[in-house]
């Protein structure tokens, strides 16, 4: 994914209210710019970093400048724009990078399905058959390791319960983490913090949902989707 114009870059000098932050131009302008991200983004930042932003060049919208990028307390990038992180899996998919899911022919996207009114960001079809793909941002790292979720998510426990019917039923269903974040290199379920979550996915893997994470590169100019990482399964 390339940005045209490329992000610019300020200084994150607050988050609050959830969908606001408080930037530091390049130029010493103080603007309130959109925080698209509605997880805690623990570890995400810290008062006072760089971080990057994208301008829609629309001057109608409240707040034109959406924070993209931000830098963690241990110096990382993590790319906190959740709305990017279906497009992200879905270029990947088209790239060839991501592997395990080649060999579809179309791709429908937040396509409804399941018992619980439901949306699948992702599903693909072909000679395989149906794949249906439900991504998760990850941006949490605690010491290299990434966790999902960052908050506790009733929503994120409905995707695996849905999942999880699909398989019993013998479609392929797939959860793919999508990493924007550098530092990590192990993706797990954030046990502490949801344990609902980890126990619905603990059930997920049980009944055949696979799991998929891949890392992204980020820079100012671009996020792709770089590398698988290990997925860590269990208490």
């Avoid at 000098?13 to 698209?36: M, N, S, V, W």
Wanted: aromatic share 6%; net charge neutral; charged share 25%.
């Amino acid at each position: 994914m390339k940005f045209n114009p490329p992000l610019q870059q300020g200084i994150l000098l607050r988050r609050y209210k959830r969908f606001l932050a408080d930037i530091e131009t390049a130029d010493g302008q103080l603007i309130t710019i959109h925080c698209p991200n509605t997880g805690s983004m623990k570890n995400c930042w810290a008062e006072s970093t760089p971080c990057w932003y994208s301008d829609s060049g629309n001057p109608k919208r409240k707040y034109r400048h959406t924070l993209e990028v931000t830098t963690t307390p241990e110096s990382a990038l993590a790319g906190v724009n959740t709305g990017r992180a279906n497009a992200l899996v879905e270029e990947a998919i088209a790239g060839g990078i991501v592997t395990e899911l080649q060999g579809y022919e179309t791709v429908r996207r937040e396509v409804r399905y399941g018992e619980e009114n439901s949306r699948i960001d992702l599903l693909l079809s072909g000679a395989p058959g149906d794949c249906y793909v439900e991504v998760k941002n990850v941006t949490l790292a605690e010491g290299g390791r990434g966790l999902f979720p960052d908050a506790v998510s009733t929503r994120g426990a409905k995707h695996l319960r849905e999942l999880q019917k699909l398989a019993e039923s013998g479609v392929r269903a797939v959860l793919f983490y999508c990493v924007q974040h550098s530092a990590i290199e192990t993706v797990e379920a954030a046990r502490e913090i949801d344990p609902a979550y980890a126990m619905a996915l603990d059930s997920a893997l049980a009944a055949g949902v696979e799991v998929l994470a891949y890392r992204a590169a980020i820079s100012a100019g671009e996020i792709r989707l770089q590398r698988a990482l290990p997925f860590r399964s269990g208490s």
